[in-house]
């Protein structure tokens, strides 16, 4: 599922306890203080302060150049920033101070992943698992790295090994683990997830739509109509701008279910204009059948994410 979808969040640690005036006065008492200096630079990464973040890591790293800790997390600052080659260059010099590091080497695969180096990607990610394997933030990324080579049985493992893990690390996990079922066709296991799931947060609009669509298409766009509806309604009310393009992209899905084809290439459209994700999941969308032949959805998908 496009765009790393999930496990995307900053992550790392700071010292237990130490404040950010702690990390101040440590470095007003000693300016080269390096750790002081990387451990001020993570806080203000995982704040999103991603500049301040790298004026403190290239001056760690400038008093102590092999310092791999440093490295690791300018290169994911550089990561969140979409900075991936520098990322790389970043965490690659990290592991060669720190080879069998397992944070490294998933945010590095992570890296290779949004640059569409899928086969480095899945190394690393493979090798960061090896290591831990209860870790939930790499299996993600493999499960989006199985699904673009259209491994969905291994991704249903890694999805269902995550989610035993921490069920937060997949939001909307339901409606996401249906999506996944639907590539396989089993859709009497999507409609039992998404109700189920359903149970629990009746207005999760990706597992309404999810449901909405897999029921449309299992049982026919008669049978489904209820469940239309409340998805569009649901999505409509959705105010959160970070949001915009998988609402919109759901709006065109439900439109192209409906035979509205204009308002749903429309919304695909500007789905794609705001964010890489739709264009993933438009390719694998079964709300998208009678469109996929359509020249302007051809022109839409196979344009490079």
């Known amino acids: 599922m496009a765009s790393a979808r999930w496990g995307d969040m900053p992550s790392g640690t700071l010292r237990k306890g130490e404040t950010l005036a702690d990390m101040n006065r440590r470095i007003k008492q000693n300016p080269d203080d390096a750790k002081a200096l990387a451990h001020r630079g993570e806080n203000y990464r995982l704040t999103g302060q991603f500049e301040a973040a790298l004026n403190d890591f290239n001056r760690s790293i400038e008093l102590e150049p092999d310092y791999a800790w440093a490295h690791a997390h300018r290169g994911e600052t550089y990561r969140l920033m979409k900075c991936y080659e520098e990322a790389i260059a970043d965490l690659s010099r990290s592991l ?6 397992a944070w490294t080497l998933a945010h590095r695969g992570a890296s290779y992943y949004q640059l569409k180096q899928y086969r480095n990607a899945l190394i690393d990610i493979n090798q960061a698992i090896g290591l831990q394997p ?17 491994s969905y049985e ?25 999506l996944l079922l639907s590539y396989m066709g089993r859709y009497a296991e999507v409609i039992s997830c998404c109700e ?50 998988g609402v919109v992209y759901r709006l065109g899905g439900l439109a192209a279910l409906e035979g509205d084809w204009d308002l749903a290439l429309n919304c695909l459209q ?17 709300a998208w059948l009678e469109l996929r032949e359509h020249p302007r959805f051809q022109s839409l998908i196979n344009q490079e994410g």
């Open 196 to 245: 189920q799931g359903l149970k629990d947060n009746s207005n999760d609009y990706i597992t309404l739509y999810t449901l909405a669509v897999v029921k449309a298409r299992f049982e026919g766009r008669a049978a489904a109509q209820t469940e239309i509806e409340t998805t569009r309604n649901v999505l409509q009310a959705v105010k959160d701008r970070s949001k915009r393009a």
């Open 270 to 286: 500007e789905a794609i204009s705001l964010d890489n994700e739709p264009l993933e999941l438009a390719r694998r969308d079964v």
């Open 96 to 101: 060669a101070l720190n080879p069998k590091h």
């Open 154 to 178: 291994e991704a249903l493992v890694d999805f269902d090994r995550a989610i035993a893990l921490d069920k937060t690390i997949i939001a909307h996990w339901p409606g996401e683990r249906g």
């Open 134 to 150: 209860d870790y939930p933030w790499a299996l993600v990324y493999r499960i989006n790295l199985y699904i673009r080579m259209g």
